[in-house]
């Protein structure tokens, strides 16, 4: 069964500073999205990473992709208070009996702040 | 870009009632639909994956008597909450798509039980 993992959960930053959220996967995979949430609102879709070592930016945001250590990082470059968000990684398996079900990781509620 | 429109995006409802919620795809054909229930501050949480005309495939532990979904064409899908209970409040999102090309996701239907 696919496991997805996000940490942090809860990530409060300054404006202007750096972090990563980091998210592992437990079986193999070869697509891994990721997505914003706002409160009461459904999923903006980001990213979606398709290969080992695939680097991708929006602005202040960057994800990439090792498929090897089943780990994906999403990096946010002096933040914004606009950033302030859920995100989440997803990720589908290529397990035949999975289909082709996304299984989200836990979120990363992120706060910045002023 | 692909657009799954999703109604009604709140409902109140009383306890021992059924609700419907509609997902249609707008400019593509949806051969697949993912129905999701988020709880607050959760993640989401995968309930069934529908193929157009063929029955639902339900995760553990839901209550397929009581989620009936159809997807009886290419562009529409409906998720009915039968005898809705306070328990059953909580913030459902369809997804269409599991192809390469990824998933689009409807903007969530609130439903609140009283």
């Known amino acids: 069964e696919l496991k997805v993992e996000q940490n942090p959960l809860f990530l409060s930053m300054q404006e202007g500073k750096n972090y990563t959220i980091y998210c592992n996967y437990s079986t193999t995979s070869d697509r891994l999205y990721w997505y914003r949430q706002d409160p009461g609102k459904s999923l903006e879709s980001l990213f979606v990473l398709l290969s080992n070592g695939a680097v991708k930016q929006e602005g202040r945001l960057m994800a990439s992709l090792d498929t090897k250590a089943r780990l994906s990082t999403l990096h946010i470059t002096a933040a914004v208070h606009d950033l302030s968000a859920t995100y989440f990684c997803?990720?589908?398996?290529?397990?035949?009996?999975?289909?082709?079900?996304?299984?989200f990781g836990e979120g990363t509620q992120l706060t910045v702040n002023p | 870009g692909a657009v799954v429109s999703q109604h009604p995006s709140r409902v109140i409802c009383k306890s021992g009632t059924s609700v419907k919620i509609e997902c249609r795809s707008l400019?593509?054909?949806?051969?697949?639909m993912f129905w999701y229930r988020q709880f607050p501050k959760q993640s989401l949480m995968l309930m069934a994956t529908s193929n157009e005309g063929s029955k639902a495939t339900y995760e553990q532990g839901v209550e397929k008597d009581k989620f009936l979904i159809n997807h009886a064409s290419l562009t529409l899908s409906t998720l009915t909450v039968t005898s809705a209970h306070p328990e059953d409040s909580s913030f459902y999102i369809c997804?269409?798509?599991?192809?390469?090309?990824?998933?689009?996701f409807g903007s969530g239907t609130r439903l609140t039980v009283v």
């Open positions: 997803a990720v589908v398996s290529l397990e035949k009996t999975s289909g082709s079900r996304l299984t």
């Open positions: 997804s269409a798509g599991g192809s390469y090309y990824g998933y689009t």
């Open positions: 400019d593509f054909q949806a051969t697949t």
